[in-house]
């Protein structure tokens, strides 16, 4: 079993998520029902996140409750969704590898 995070740790992850995305504080708190001086107290780790609040801001984010705990990069941009999601609607497995074979150079 991995290590535990600590709620400062997932406090620097939500804080980095939000960031990326483009959030205040404020404006994260709107999406998600608390005050924004809860969500200073979630990304200071001095107030744990319950499971409803943490799938609640990963939702308000458009991000996995995953990436909360895993080593997974930055979240998606909008063209890298639209890529992801063009490349899995590709049912021919040929095509499939003529695009990965030209994403390869």
């Known amino acids: 079993m991995g290590d535990i995070l600590t709620s400062e740790e ?10 990326s995305k483009g959030f205040t504080q404020e404006q994260l708190a709107e999406r998600t029902g ?4 809860q969500i200073q107290l979630y990304e200071s780790g001095k107030t744990r996140m319950n499971t409803d609040k943490l799938q609640a801001l990963a ?7 995953a990436a909360f ?11 890298e969704k639209k ?5 899995r609607s590709l049912s021919n497995p040929e095509v499939r590898a003529f695009v990965l074979h030209c994403l390869a150079k």
């Open 83 to 87: 890529l992801l999601t063009a490349f």
């Open 69 to 79: 705990f895993g080593e997974i990069g930055a979240p998606l941009s909008a063209d």
């Open 34 to 37: 608390v005050s924004f001086q």
């Open 59 to 65: 939702l308000a984010m458009s991000i996995p409750v």
């Open 10 to 19: 997932l406090g620097a992850k939500l804080r980095g998520f939000r960031k």
